[in-house]
Every structure is written in C-alpha cells, then in structure tokens.
Nanobody, 120 residues
Framework: QVQLMESGGGLVQAGGSLRLSCVAS????????MAWYRQTPGKQREVVAT???????NYADSVKGRFTISRDNAKNTVYLQMNSLKPEDAAVYYC??????????????WGQGTQVTVSS
C-alpha cells in the first residue's frame, strides 16, 4: 500500500510565502513524476507544477516565477515553495505521484489535500 501525506498549508497574507511538503511512503520501488495540483470549490483540479525523477520541472503560467517545485528522491518527498502569494492562489493543494510499487505495478496516487488560504 502506498500513501502520500501533505503538510505545510495554512493561512498567509498576500505577498507572503508557504512551503508545502509531501512524503510518499509504503511499498515503493520507484517514485516517478511528482506534481502539485490545486482545486477551488466549483472548479476543476488544475496542475500547478510537475517534476520528473530527473528533476525536470514545468509550471502553470499563473505561478511561474513565484512557485518552485523540488524533490528529494532519497526521501520520496516533493516540495512546493510558494512566494508572493496572491488571494487567487487560495485553494486545496494536492500532491500527486506516479509510483512503481514493489510488485512492479505503476499507479497514480493522490494525497488528501492541504488547505492554503491567502488573505488580502
């Protein structure tokens, strides 16, 4: 069984910073691409940033230059450093990972989500 556990959400003023973390644990052989998504009520979940196991990154246009995704492969952990936060960044942020398990099954996993609130 594989689990993703996020942490680091909270309330911050506009212009402030937060750092999200997500740890993958369980019967893991390899963690492939990892990503952060976000979702607000009534809207579809959208990708914020992705990072491959080789550290290649991609960002949504709305967060380029403000957010940084990184990972520690030894710890099966992905981070999202969010700077210059805006009220429109407020959402539930979800960690996502494509994981190869010890039984060589490749599946997509989601964390439970962490709330980010940005006050204006």
């Amino acid at each position: 069984q594989v689990q993703l556990m996020e942490s680091g959400g909270g309330l911050v003023q506009a212009g402030g910073s937060l750092r999200l973390s997500c740890v993958a644990s369980g019967s893991i052989l390899r963690v492939n691409t990892m990503a952060w998504y976000r979702q607000t009520p009534g809207k579809q979940r959208e990708v914020v940033a992705t990072i491959t196991s080789g550290y290649s990154t991609n960002y949504a246009d709305s967060v380029k230059g403000r957010f940084t995704i990184s990972r520690d492969n030894a710890k099966n952990t992905v981070y999202l450093q969010m700077n210059s936060l805006k009220p429109e960044d407020a959402a539930v942020y979800y960690c996502n990972a494509l994981i190869t398990t010890m039984t060589f099954v490749i599946s997509n996993y989601w964390g439970q989500g962490t709330q980010v609130t940005v006050s204006s």
